[in-house]
């Protein structure tokens, strides 16, 4: 009986002994999990903000691109705008220097045959 006693206690240390083992493992093993689970929920929340980030980016470069276009646009009206007004201006100068001219002329014609007809009349 002793030495089945003995028998069983050796048995019972050496499964003693690997459930220490197993412990440990299953502990190791726990606590790697665990950290696993630490670092997908992380990268995940990562992962998570990048995408806000780029959705936000996304958000403000097509507004930008919008305000680029409409901003485009309005330079192109008021260029147009412009042009036509320096056209008209131009325009109204070439005319009234041909008024100007013809005037001048009128002037001078006028000038010139009250010049002939006062020249008559001191010959009469």
């Not at 093993?29 to 995408?51: F, H, M, N, P, R």
């Not at 201006?89 to 006062?118: C, G, H, P």
Request: net charge positive; with cysteine.
């Amino acid at each position: 009986m002793l030495t089945q006693n003995a028998e069983l206690r050796a048995t019972i240390d050496h499964l003693l002994n690997e459930r220490k083992q197993f412990d440990g493992t299953y502990k190791k093993l726990t606590k790697a999990l665990s950290d696993g689970k630490k670092q997908l929920v992380e990268i995940v929340e990562q992962a998570t903000q990048a995408y806000d980030q780029r959705d936000e980016a996304q958000s403000k470069m097509g507004a930008l691109r919008e305000r680029a276009e409409k901003d485009q646009m309005a330079h192109n009206v008021e260029m147009k705008e412009l042009n036509r007004i320096l056209d008209h201006d131009y325009k109204l100068k070439e005319f009234m220097t041909i008024k100007a001219r013809e005037r001048a002329n009128m002037l001078r014609e006028t000038e010139k045959s009250e010049r002939r007809q006062k020249g008559l009349f001191y010959c009469n």
